[in-house]
């Protein structure tokens, strides 16, 4: 029996990357698995590879910086798969073109990061997290970043969402954990992944080097 049997997992920005890789390990574990993205292609994709393997996932395109598209993803979790169990709030950005100090980034530009990075995690507890009382308990698991901790230049939006993460991730620990309610988070290095790559090309990098690098910078 898999480890997740019979749970109502989502996983937001699921369609690539880390999100990917963890909608398919939900899924194999016999998860209910709910794919939360924008891109459709990408997400058509993973859906389809894991039901193919006998898998139970669904894929909805939805935003996660906007309060109607969390609502809409955990009902389509509960309509589906009864509940909520599991919500992985892995959804985070960092456009190319975001590479710059606060004098020169766009208000637009940051109100963006912000909003998918930050303000999803907010909406998500609200939105689901009535659904797990309704179970007796849940997880929602964030990825945050090791620039919540350490950062690097020109990053200020991307570092302001990850360092308020982790600060939310401590304060719906303490607010939810009368409900059996765990709040964890993850905080990965440099990951060779699609954001990562399109961040180098979007800078302007060797994309081979900069890989190289990243790679020697975040040993295993």
């Known amino acids: 029996m898999g480890i997740f049997k019979n749970k109502s997992i989502i ?7 880390i999100g990917a890789a963890a909608s398919e390990a939900f899924a194999f574990e016999e998860g209910n698995v709910t794919i939360m ?22 894929y909805i395109s939805a935003d996660a910086g906007i309060g109607s598209g ?13 509940g909520v169990d599991i919500v992985f709030n892995n959804v985070g950005i960092q456009p190319p073109d975001s590479y710059l100090d606060a004098v ?6 940051w109100d963006r990061i912000l909003d ?12 689901s997290i009535p659904y797990m009382r309704e179970r007796g308990g849940g997880v929602l698991i964030h990825t945050a970043s090791v620039q919540g901790l350490q950062s690097m230049g020109g990053v200020s939006a991307y570092a302001a969402t990850k360092g308020g993460d982790l600060s939310l991730v401590r304060q719906l620990s303490l607010d939810f954990a009368k409900d059996n309610i765990r709040v964890v988070a993850i905080n990965p290095g440099a990951i060779d992944t699609p954001m990562v790559r399109n961040a180098i090309l979007g800078t302007g990098g060797d994309l081979e080097l900069e890989l190289e690098k990243t790679a020697e910078a975040h040993p295993i």
Do not use: H, W
């Not at 969390?70 to 009864?82: D, L, T, W």
């Not at 998918?116 to 939105?127: D, G, P, Q, T």
């Open 37 to 58: 993205d924008i891109n459709d292609e990408a997400g058509r994709k993973i859906e389809k590879k894991i039901l193919e393997k006998g898998g139970n996932v669904q």
């Open 116 to 127: 998918v990075n930050l303000k999803s995690r907010f909406l998500m507890a609200k939105y």
């Open 11 to 17: 996983v937001t920005g699921g369609a690539l990357g």
């Open 70 to 82: 969390c609502k809409k993803i955990v009902e389509k979790a509960v309509s589906s798969y009864g």
């Open 104 to 109: 020169d980034l766009p208000e637009e530009v």
